[in-house]
T-cell receptor
Framework: EADIYQTPRYLVIGTGKKITLECSQT?????MYWYQQDPGMELHLIHY???????EKGDLSSESTVSRIRTEHFPLTLESARPSHTSQYLC????????????FGPGTRLLVL | RKEVEQDPGPFNVPEGATVAFNCTYS??????FFWYRQDCRKEPKLLMS???SGNEDGRFTAQLNRASQYISLLIRDSKLSDSATYLC????????????FGAGTQVVVTP
């Protein structure tokens, strides 16, 4: 069982609010990822990191930002939430050396009113 | 064109029966292949990696066909608990550590 945690699990918030979605893993994995998934649709990579102080934008354009100050922590921030940000956000991590298997957290379901 | 394509289903399978489905991928340079399972409103979980020679894990068998660029998953003796969406996942050949996820094939096992 993967040790990767996300908080909050559910969030309902009004338009214009700033939010931070937390993701932490205790496996010492170097690589971490944020995906966005709408119901019945595929996962879209929005941010990834290969280690501390490394962050890259993913394939899906996103207004969110991320930081990687500690290996175990990879928070995602939305400065001004909009209804179009309503989705499920999944965090994942993967060991650095060769292995590409990704382990997912339980996700955060975000609803922006 | 999507990098990874799957039949969305649903595949309705009687308990105890066998079900098989494929996914196709577009990048011939991809080297790593996986099947993940995703239950409704849950996170994806690794079901199995797919190796060139094909591999089996209990009731699950995965095959890779590089020439035709598809992978397959076969589930034998289906259980009610096998009901889920199965995601086909392929690495991005030119980008270390990034994966491409298919939209998933839904399997519904009925009593």
């Amino acid at each position: 069982e993967a040790d990767i945690y996300q908080t909050p699990r559910y969030l309902v918030i009004g338009t214009g609010k700033k939010i931070t979605l937390e993701c932490s893993q205790t496996m010492g994995h170097d690589k971490m990822y944020w995906y966005q998934q709408d119901p019945g649709m595929e996962l879209h990579l929005i941010h990834y990191s290969y280690g501390v102080n490394s962050t890259e934008k993913g394939d899906l354009s996103s207004e969110s930002t991320v930081s990687r100050i500690r290996t175990e922590h990879f928070p995602l921030t939305l400065e001004s939430a909009r209804p179009s940000h309503t989705s499920q956000y999944l965090c994942a991590s993967s060991p650095r050396i060769s292995q590409e298997t990704q382990y997912f957290g339980p996700g955060t379901r975000l609803l922006v009113l | 064109r999507k990098e990874v394509e799957q039949d969305p289903g649903p595949f309705n399978v009687p308990e105890g029966a066998t079900v098989a489905f494929n996914c196709t991928y577009s990048n011939s340079a991809s080297q790593s292949f996986f099947w993940y399972r995703q239950d409704c409103r849950k996170e994806p979980k690794l079901l199995m990696s797919v190796y060139s020679s094909g591999n089996e894990d209990g009731r699950f068998t995965a095959q890779l066909n590089r020439a035709s660029q598809y992978i397959s998953l076969l589930i034998r003796d289906s259980k009610l608990s096998d009901s889920a969406t199965y995601l086909c996942v392929v690495n991005e050949a030119d980008s270390w550590g990034k994966l491409q996820f298919g939209a998933g094939t839904q399997v519904v096992v009925t009593p």
